[in-house]
């Protein structure tokens, strides 16, 4: 798989298993600021490039239909806002792939999608996630069961999203540098197995750069730079 996460771009290379006979490209991104996935212009080759799609900040809600969202030979997934404007998310994954979404994964409180996509030999489970204090400020309590429920399921796990914690050169940082928030959410993946493998800011502006922007999986080790 290849994963590409805007702000900057980030490419990872993930086997699907270990002899990878069957390799996804996915693509990963964030919303600009005030930007309404409506006003969002698709590539032609954007769906023909990769394999899933997945989008955060989309800020979706009722009145967009899913016949304005099609995109020819991808599937449709979405998780739209419903206390308040912004955030939302949205998933496409490729007609070929044997994809089923997994609503028995979704919760009320959480701005999360997930699906698993099977292969001949093995399968996966992908979840998109926003991570906003606002529509759930009690986020890492609630996603924990959530966590549990798919690692019973599958231990091939890749989280793709904004999750909104800092984890920039996280690796140096000891005690109180680590902001509390990017502190719960580490401890939160260590009972998985989970690890993030970006390693380049996901956010930059004029002041500041930040790593929010995270792929997160249970197999680091089938990570690799293109």
């Not at 390799?23 to 490039?49: D, E, G």
């Amino acid at each position: 798989m290849t994963f590409v996460s805007l702000g900057n771009i980030s490419e990872m290379v993930f086997e699907v298993h270990s002899t990878a006979l069957h390799c996804l490209r996915i693509f990963s991104t964030r919303l600009k600021q005030y930007q309404n996935i409506t006003t969002l212009n698709v590539s032609p080759s954007l769906p023909r490039a990769f394999d899933v799609i997945a989008i955060t900040e989309t800020h979706l809600d009722g009145s967009i239909s899913d016949n304005f969202l099609y995109i020819d030979g991808m599937k449709l997934f979405r998780r739209d806002r419903t206390k308040c404007k912004g955030g939302a998310c949205i998933m496409y994954c490729a007609e070929y792939l044997r994809t089923t979404h997994r609503r028995d994964l979704a919760s009320t409180d959480l701005e999360i999608i997930w699906a698993e996509i099977k292969f001949p030999t093995t399968s996966a489970l992908f979840s998109v996630i926003y991570r906003s204090e606002l529509e759930c400020p009690n986020f890492f309590e609630d996603i924990y069961g959530v966590f549990e429920k798919a690692w019973m399921k599958s231990d091939s796990i890749i989280l793709l999203g904004d999750f909104n914690c800092d984890l920039q050169g996280i690796e140096s940082k000891i005690g109180s540098e680590i902001q509390p928030k990017t502190r719960r959410l580490l401890t939160l993946f260590q009972p998985f197995g989970m690890q993030n493998i970006v390693n380049m800011p996901t956010r930059i502006t004029p002041g500041s750069s930040t790593l929010i922007d995270l792929i997160v999986t249970t197999k680091p080790d089938r990570a690799n730079q293109p």
